[in-house]
């Protein structure tokens, strides 16, 4: 088959990002040696670098760009320059639009322990020893986009003249009720085959229909097992006994909380990829998607050559992986941030005594020399 060439869009964005999306594209570079494929890219400005250019989060040009690409790779957003915006120009908006714009409605958050990183936790080694869990977030759904919303005056005269309401809307339909548990029985029958459906269904509606779906869609998955928790529940079991899970599927909001808690159950938020999927194909006949680290643009550190790459370095593998079709570079991505980290390598994130500190750019380097 003659050489591919898949369209890239980067947007590095804003704080660390552009730092750590620069080193991680070198690494991403090195590993496609020999493998055929040639990536085409093209970099872009979303979040607060976009506000300040252009006055918005996303630009239109910019979602179309995203729209044409094969997949979008996105470091991180925000920062306090921008944190007296009123919430629809804020830089978070920026991956709101790209999330809804290209209906990728399925967060693929993994949280798996590498052995060389277990003394990282501030949990204990014989609880978070051999983690390696999912969790399958919802994610152009739910109360993030759920209408009505908004803030009003209240007329009402025993509230008193200046009160007001806040309202958001939790809503799901059975079809992204459906959609989105597929996504994780589908993950899960290449995993341990074991499916924890998070809701809180003693005392929501949305809940209540969401858990009627998938107990409804399990019968199509009579080789996974089904068990549904509640989201407080969930919560202190991931942190009393983590390895009980394989698979978490829920909503945006629930989603977006646990997999903050999955992902410093491992020891450093720093060193979590994600992946968002939704239906559609790119012109490599994968899914379109789109890649970024999961900890945020850590403004504090930025510019210092000092933040940790490996999120994003990992968040590269998980673009090869879904929407590349090349899993066997993927695997040695991962490979080769494992062997940096057991070599000693450390960034200042995950830094213990007895390890070797590195910068972004070293990390960067001790990875491609183990590739
Ligand atoms: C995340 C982040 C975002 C979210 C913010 C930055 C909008 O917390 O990706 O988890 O809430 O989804
Ligand atoms: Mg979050």
Redesign the pocket.
Known sequence: MAAKKAKILILGGDGIGPEVMDESVRVLEKSLEGSGLKLDYEKDLAGGCSIDQHGIPLAPETLKKAKKADAVLLGA??GPKWDALPHEKRP?QA??GLRSGLKLFANLRPAKILPALVTASSLKEDVVGGIDLLVVRELTGGI?FGKPRGIKDLKSKDQGPKSKKGFNTEVYTTTEIDRILRSAFDAARVRRKKVTSVDKANILESSILWRETATALGKDYPDVTLEHMYVDNCAMQLVRNPKQFDVIVTT?LFG?IL??EAAMLTGSIGMLP?ASLGAKKNRLGFAQGMYEP?H?SAPDIAGKGIANPLATILSCALMVRYSLGRDNVAVRLEKAVEKALEDGFRCGDIFEEGKIKVGTKEMAEKVMERL
Do not use: I, K
């Open positions: 957003v925000g978070e991956l709101l993030y945006n977006d997999s903050d994600s999961v945020g």
